[in-house]
């Protein structure tokens, strides 16, 4: 029988620096060495080591463009084991620290490709609610609907080898959101309809009037936010 080697990812998330390192790169976007320095607090040359670490234990992948190296993590099934350690995980950095930027990323954000925070949640379970999504089998499985098409999603016409939609628990809410295909092309669809605005380079989004609109028209909820983040809602049209 095979065993695991948990010790080694263990060994590889165990470090204040390399978790910060790691939340950096849950954003989906590849970043350079002196960048995820910067983020982690330390030096170039210290992030060096660290994200040698992170590449052995297969969390963390590197690739040369131009003169830069830039890093990015391994796959949606890291993001994926990521979030749920998140979930379990005590409420330290991964919280609190994350709380402060501007209140922002509790709220809305991404999880690597797709929506996270208590309006992904809320979305899902107005779809559940709706009868449009079930869970079964460690999986989501969306009915027929016109909906899908108003949420930017391209059903397959067969089932694929993995999940099209895969229940993921939020970190913050410790409830289901929608990952995997489906929940990447409900990230891009209210991205490209200005639904949600990416204020930054991290992973704090921000939901438009005209995002509101179309979720409180669509799936009949007003975003899902709390109401101190309500007032903070983007005016962009």
């Known amino acids: 029988m095979v065993t695991p080697r948990f010790d080694i990812i263990g060994q590889a998330i165990a470090d204040a620096s390399r978790t910060r390192m790691l939340c950096e790169l849950m954003q989906g976007r590849a ?14 040359q210290t992030a060096t080591a660290h994200l040698r670490l992170l590449q052995d234990a297969g969390l963390v992948v590197a690739e040369k463009r131009g003169r830069c190296v830039y890093h990015q993590l391994a ?34 954000r991404s999880c690597y490709d797709h929506l996270a925070g208590p309006l992904a949640v809320a979305m899902t379970e107005a779809l559940i609610s ?17 909906i899908w098409a108003q949420l930017g999603v391209d059903l397959p ?57 179309a979720l409180h028209h669509i799936l009949g909820i007003d975003g899902g ?3 101190a983040s309500q007032g903070k809602t983007c005016e962009e049209a």
């Open 225 to 227: 936010l709390s109401a």
């Open 157 to 213: 016409e067969t089932p694929g080898r993995s999940p099209f939609a895969r229940p993921c628990l939020d970190w913050t809410e410790r409830r289901l959101h929608i990952a995997g295909p489906m929940g990447r092309q409900i990230l891009t669809h209210a991205l490209t309809a200005g639904w949600l605005h990416r204020p930054s380079r991290d992973r704090a989004l921000e939901l438009t009037a005209p995002g509101r609109r």
């Open 31 to 44: 970043f350079t060495n002196k960048e995820l320095a910067a983020s982690a607090g330390i030096t170039a």
């Open 75 to 108: 796959g949606p099934e890291v993001a994926q084991a990521l979030e749920q350690l998140a979930a379990l995980a005590p409420s330290d950095h991964l919280y609190r620290a994350q709380r402060r930027k501007a209140g922002a990323l509790s709220e809305v």
């Open 130 to 146: 709706r009868g449009e999504l079930r869970e079964e089998g460690g999986a989501f499985h969306p009915v027929a609907s016109p």
